[in-house]
């Protein structure tokens, strides 16, 4: 059967959630272009490699060239200074999407994060369509490009998928993952999902496994069909017995964010 | 054990639909009158046909007479001419809920359609109670009935479902049916559960399976019951290699009406 | 200064609302093609008279060529019987449509009204664009009318706004218009607003003065910028002194049809 | 491991739902204390027994001491007049309350009804978070204790959630109970999750089992990670044999709190 | 002209709010019974005088024989220890609905207090339908009055204004009551709204002057009419000249409920 | 009587709303620190000019030390190439964020723009707290200012008030600004609002006059007390004389961002 995609652009390739995505991907595209600022290992017949900075907007934008969808992963993963934001999340994520525009780019997944509506709160019963509302630069960074590719989809007719990932591991590392996990397959198939929707527009998508709490509803997404298949239940048993509860008063207790609420200034702490 | 109603109407008995609700309403009546303008085939011992135009308002009144429900499918299926629409889904529904309000039938369950609603779009999450915006003079129709029974609701006492069925096929034949589906035996169990849900009063409910993508929330009607058991998804490889992806900038693929979005008026259609 | 139409179609121009807006009508078009089914009295010199029923087809259709507006209050104005109901308000105002898209006519405004919403409560806080829920045939056809004119809009590309009038009188006349009450002035200033409005698209507008009660929020129309400048209060004196309180427990209270929710069946009615 | 509470106060462990919720919540607490105004039977060696009336300040208050958590289930289960209201429901869970305050309880859940919501009907689609609209006094009394509850966690930072209980029984009685059921186990699944919880504040939430009809929604509690897994489908039968379908003028076919909404004052019956 | 009503209860007479309605409600009825715990000053001839505790239900229901309406003011007016506000503001009202109901009184105006809702922001935008949110003891019995007189509607038809007094002073003393007051003068409209109402159903409105700063909406009551005159504004200069700013820090700037959300337990107080 | 502040920095100051703004600060604050990239005219005693480029993060961090406030105009005021875009206003305005917090300014006045909202419609009746929509480079930047406020504020306690400009002129230059405009006075008038509002937080404010034609709902500000006087009524007749009606089926008419939402991308613009 013939596959959907030609050529898939992946950036952050050689991140965690990237090296998933090699896999994962690789049914979609005859052939997918793997890129990060560091080497990709073992590079599959099927797979292009490329190294440069988000930063170099020549090198970025070239990227894109002769691909039909552009999964975009890259960029600084957590809390970082400033600068380092600015470079790597807010200019890099123009250069993705200046590329896809002047390379006829139609269709882009991007990785956004709950860090871009972490002061919301667990009992706000939000969903995925819920206001910005940032925990950190890295979370401004990331409702930035939510606004865009709204931006890009509305005046050039990019369609855009920004997912709220919120936390992508290989299991539940502490009690928030009970309720925040999305699993490497669920995650996999969340990228699937939005790339082969059968309308996407501009949309933006939490994405959870089927955890049994959910302080989130996520069925403001029904349109790209995404339909979890993996729970953070199996884990509790031993997340439980390693962590302590957490403290109601505490504002990342409360706060979707978690801990990123109570992270001071990076370039605070990039000066101690 | 006592079958919950003694003599059902149903309508548009000869057509696909009808001839599915033929078997599928066999256990909740005693007795089933099928109805429709050409005669239904096969008419079994515990059925009594008739053959009448809804827009004959004696013979479709003198039909309801010693029914306690009428399900209601007839009347053109698609978009018409004018006069067509008018006679068959405007004046044969009045005709319909005239007999009902005459001879004391307390229940209708009504074949609305997602064309009464077909200019929202997939991304706007509506949900089953969303107002009017029809794509066709034969979802005007629809739309018509549905505040028609409303007024039957609120001034006469007589509750009806109005379904908005969005495709009753035997299988999905395009890309939107992949979530625009609804299983012959879903649909037969979304008339059951409208018929003997415990109160109905006026309401309005969204027609599809349980497909893996879902623009339209369907959470308005939990109170009628309806646990879909089919999805496209079996059937998603199928298509997708039969069918070209649609195009995000085609208001066909944007809009959950499909391509009645993009039908001329139909008098000018009959005119060429 | 040049006035913003060459030619305004007025129907029901014989009507009490009608005969006030040929007044109010006047400074905004070079001429008026005022219609009805009776002859219309003192034709001025920019007035054109034409008498024609609404159900007669081609009649209708003619009246509208040459014009770049309508104004259609022509029809029933109140509960009738279902034939009169249908010809009059259903298919005179299809006729009134197709006109329009044959003779490339952009903008219509119709009287609507309150009875395609009667059965809403006052303390419901309904907005213009509250859902239908006719309190009568004619409430089902004035419905039927707010969605032909959207399908209109969405496919032809013809504005709209749908006037839903509550009570249109010269003065208050009973406790239910100390609220409800549509001064003649503010029902002018009103369809002017609409014809000169920057930009209609569909909408759907509650008609009331600037009455102290208001159980209606009208901000949802704020688009076409209707100022009302008169109020019911000078008159509550008067009107509180010839009419006793209304019964709360009589849903003629309870719901912002008034009366109308209270009426039989017009065909009974007629039929005695 | 290590049971996530010491001590758990219990109330109306005498009751129904008391004695099961004494086996359900052994595995959460080291030990229990099980409270009833009549004596419980057969206490178990991790359980600590008391006998008081909760109109007893002093008794109420002391028995929350040294408990880390209280699951209120006490009080009048049904309508009754308004001293005794008063007594048990009113004063009775003020005390708790203060016991709560006084000595450190952090988490409190409370068994709320459907009775705080029942004049809301079938058909309004309301979720957990719907506003009080009592059908009792011992509505208004379960109401009471829902923002006396809000107080408690807003200015003393004691996290509760009421659970408005629709119908818990062995299983369903009658046709309401085929949407409202909620069965002993999914009772203590819901206890169990409201305690276990990462994060409560202030929770209201809907108790029933997963029903097929279902016309409340459920989502505002997604935090607190309810699964039901039972169901009232495979008593339909039995239960439809045995009772006649409802009226549908009936209010109390119409609205949630069932039968309630058709009692007259307590007191007045109290007193004939 | 007729007075609308004959004889009208108002409780809380002696105190100031009680005071400045005697005078505003003298229009309104034939003869005004004026209740209260002390002796009412200088009775007028249409004035009949009680003394007595709400908390007397014998003789709380008597003073609302022979009434058409009544105007609850009465009770504990800020926080006070547990057992007061128990016996005044909850079994106090009660009483007076008891009354209401044996006595056939057909409509209550109840002032509830912002205290019911106090710990919602001023940012939050809420609207007079709110839920309740109680920032004392005093704010939870109001909210219990407030569904007390849900019931008393829905279940006996007695109609209810619970109106949310903010502030109501002679003039603004503090920098929160230059958008929480409510002049003397508007008090009396509001409650004069109220009575005169065409239908109130269960309704609660918010009591405000038309302040420039409005952090509530008071749309949601719109069918009480209800247009407020005065303003704080010409106290600003005044105010802010006595008072130093609020500091955003604090939780009695952010919440409407002001300091009362930072008042301890009145039990704890009062042992002081 | 004392000023509410000591020192305003005011930004953009040598700009039309800037020179607005000097004059309409004057009475707030002892001093006004008045920047921009280009010299200030006629600097007058009370006011301590500078010149310097927001892009330079050392020299607009200092010149927030000191202040008690500011009120942020500066930057690119409409559609630019991306690098000034990125250099003038998302930089430029990080600048300004982290010198309040390093220097302890306790609240921000921010100009944000239609812009970043310009792809919702006219009838859409959206709110000040619509989520964005950019209808251009200098909207995404608008909309990233008003995120790293909301940060800002949730994790450092600045309050921030981000007012949407529409359309902020002399008089209205074309029939949008009909509904659009902002007069000068009202512009002096919301900054002022914001300033001295008892509350802030975080707030986004619509910022337009009066007008009649009011597209965007102003509600959810209510707490800052901005209560513009003027309107554009009193141009509309020399508007509409000197420009045509509006085409509705341009994008431009149909968006709140007007023309805006027509400009193609500002680097291709630059290049040609």
């Not at 490497?184 to 496994?209: E, K, N, W």
């Not at 964010?257 to 702490?269: A, S």
Request: charged share 25%.
């Amino acid at each position: 059967m013939t596959k959907p995609f030609k050529k898939i652009l992946l950036t952050g390739a050689a991140g965690n959630l990237g090296t998933e995505l090699r896999r994962g991907l690789a049914p979609l595209a005859e052939s997918l272009r793997i890129a990060d600022r560091v080497a990709c290992k073992e590079v599959a017949a099927h797979e292009e490699a490329l190294v440069f900075d988000l930063g170099d907007m020549e090198a970025t934008m070239a990227a894109t060239e002769g691909c039909d969808a552009i999964v975009h992963m890259g960029g600084a993963p957590l809390e970082k200074p400033w600068q380092e934001v600015l470079d790597s999340n807010i200019r890099g994520s123009y250069h993705i999407y200046e590329g896809a525009r002047k390379h006829g780019v139609k269709r882009v997944v991007y990785a956004s994060s709950v860090h871009a509506i972490g002061y919301h709160g667990l009992t706000d019963g939000i969903s995925g369509d819920a206001p910005p509302r940032p925990d950190s630069l890295y979370g401004v960074s990331k409702a930035f490009v939510e606004s865009l590719s709204s931006l890009y989809w509305d005046k050039f007719g990019i369609e855009s998928a920004c997912i709220r990932i919120f936390s992508s591991f290989p299991e539940p590392a502490d009690r928030r993952m009970l309720w925040s996990w999305l699993s490497y397959g669920d995650m996999v198939r969340l990228v699937t999902s939005c790339l082969t929707a059968p309308y996407l527009g501009h949309t933006i998508a939490a994405g959870m496994s089927d955890n049994r709490v959910k302080p989130v509803n996520m069925a403001n997404a029904g349109h790209i069909g995404f339909a979890p298949q993996d729970s953070a239940e199996p884990f509790r048993e031993k997340v439980e017995a390693a962590k302590p509860p957490a403290d109601p008063a505490d504002r990342a207790t409360r706060c979707i964010g978690g801990w990123f609420v109570n992270l001071g200034h990076p370039d605070d702490e990039a000066a101690n």
